[in-house]
Nanobody, 126 residues
Framework: QVQLVESGGGSVQAGGSLRLACVPS????????MGWFRQGPEKEREGVAS???????TYADSVKGRFIISRDNAKNTLFLEMNVLNADDTAMYYC????????????????????WGQGTQVTVSS
């Protein structure tokens, strides 16, 4: 079982930045594809950014050019750098890990992710 712990959420004004972090307990982050998902008020969960075991990344159109997903294998930590935040980015952000047997996958299919964190809240005020 992989436990994922997110951190770095908070309140920020529009235009500001935050960096989220996710640490898997007892497991190497390089063994999994990793993703960031979010669920805003009265919205469905959506994929935000994903990084495969091979290092390839993909982003939701709404965050392209503003968010950066990265993985520091030495620190065993997943990051999501979020810039130029706006009110639409307000959501609970979740880290997810999966693809233990799939080297190639990166994306937002929820069934690909076996483990999910508890989430960290991001609130952007205009």
């Amino acid at each position: 079982q992989v436990q994922l712990v997110e951190s770095g959420g908070g309140s920020v004004q529009a235009g500001g930045s935050l960096r989220l972090a996710c640490v898997p307990s007892g497991h190497m982050i390089s063994s999994y594809c990793m993703g960031w998902f979010r669920q805003g008020p009265e919205k469905e969960r959506e994929g935000v950014a994903s990084i495969g075991r091979n290092g390839r990344t993909t982003y939701a159109d709404s965050v392209k050019g503003r968010f950066i997903i990265s993985r520091d294998n030495a620190k065993n930590t997943l990051f999501l750098e979020m810039n130029v935040l706006n009110a639409d980015d307000t959501a609970m952000y979740y880290c997810a890990a999966g693809c233990a047997s799939d080297w190639w996958y990166y994306g937002f299919e929820p069934y690909k992710y076996d483990f999910w964190g508890q989430g960290t809240q991001v609130t952007v005020s205009s």
